[in-house]
């Protein structure tokens, strides 16, 4: 077992977690406030972590209401999103409330999640999307939800650890290229994620 996998008796049963869940509710948004990084108009990165994928868990299985077996598959279905020491992990959307702007602009997006990438002083870290489907359809339209992964040395986690850093976030896509700074808070957060 490794140390960012999760077990079943982390979840709680739908009974126990109907008493907890308010608090564990306002607990996860907090942090998750903190997690949250918007680059550009359109796009917004969710950085997941082990609390973030297990409160996750917990209200699909609330919601639900498939017990144990629903457990395990939820385990299975989240495990890649639980950072493992030396990455961060993130869910990326894109968030448009428009539906015909939505659709036109993930027609023209295909690609973009293999065009992430954060700075750090002279060191870039590539974004790698997750490779478990196809989120590019042939035409080139995108879906509005990806994963990605960036994988750093022990280096670059110093780096990112050292609060007079200035670390950017950026996508380079042909039809979509903007950047932004993590707010300390942020950094912060999610120099946690690094072991």
């Not at 949250?36 to 919601?63: A, C, K, S, W």
């Not at 999307?129 to 280096?155: C, I, M, P, W, Y």
């Not at 707010?183 to 957060?189: C, D, F, G, L, R």
């Amino acid at each position: 077992m490794t140390r960012n996998q999760i077990q079943p008796d982390e979840i709680f049963t739908r009974k126990e977690y109907l008493n907890v869940r308010p608090k564990l509710r306002k607990e996860i948004v907090n942090r998750k406030k903190k997690r949250r990084v918007d680059v550009g108009p359109y796009i917004t990165l969710y950085f997941e972590n082990r609390d973030t994928i297990i409160h996750q868990i917990n209200e699909m299985v609330f919601i639900e209401n498939g017990g144990s077996e629903q457990i395990k598959e939820e385990i299975d279905a989240y495990k890649s999103l639980v950072p493992v020491g030396k990455e961060l992990v993130a869910t990326v959307m894109i968030e448009i409330d428009s539906t015909l702007k939505r659709s036109e602009v993930l027609s023209n997006m295909g690609g973009f999640e293999e065009k992430f990438s954060i700075l750090i002083g002279d060191k870039i870290i590539l974004g790698k999307a997750e490779l478990d489907a196809n989120r590019t359809t042939a035409d080139g339209k995108a879906s509005s939800v990806q994963f990605v992964h960036f994988n750093f040395t022990t280096e670059e986690i110093k780096m990112f650890r050292d609060v007079n850093s200035k670390i950017l976030l950026s996508i380079n896509h042909q039809n979509y290229s903007h950047s932004t700074t993590l707010q300390n808070e942020t950094k912060e957060e999610l120099a946690n994620d690094f072991y």
